[in-house]
């Protein structure tokens, strides 16, 4: 069973700088998708970013020039990062990270993140 943790979210000024983390273990393919969505109130949930086993990363247009995303693999554990800088007020939003291997799609129980201006 994938179990999916993030950390790292909290308050912090307009033009500063989050780093995001996520641990997803129980990881068995070989091929798999590690990603960050985030949904802000009264809106949809969107993609941030996502990499994947080869790491190949997509943004979301939303984090293009201001996301990074980076995986480290350790056995059967998936660790994600995300370093977001020049945060503005519209990046708040509680941010899961997901898991997708086989036909299967794990959710990590999400991270706030709030940015004042």
């Known amino acids: 069973q994938v179990q999916v943790v993030e950390s790292g979210g909290g308050l912090v000024q307009a033009g500063g700088s989050l780093s995001l983390s996520c641990a997803a273990s129980?990881?068995?393919?070989?091929?798999?998708?590690v990603a960050w969505y985030r949904q802000a109130t009264g809106k949809e949930r969107e993609l941030v970013g996502s990499i994947d086993s080869v790491g190949l990363t997509i943004y979301g247009d939303s984090a293009k020039g201001r996301f990074t995303i980076s995986r480290d693999n350790v056995e059967n554990t998936v660790y994600l990062q995300m370093q977001m800088n020049d945060l503005q007020s519209e990046d708040t939003a509680v941010y899961y990270c997901n898991v997708k291997e086989w036909d299967y799609v794990y959710w990590g129980q999400g991270t706030q993140v709030t940015v004042s201006s």
């Open positions: 129980g990881i068995s393919a070989r091929f798999n998708v």
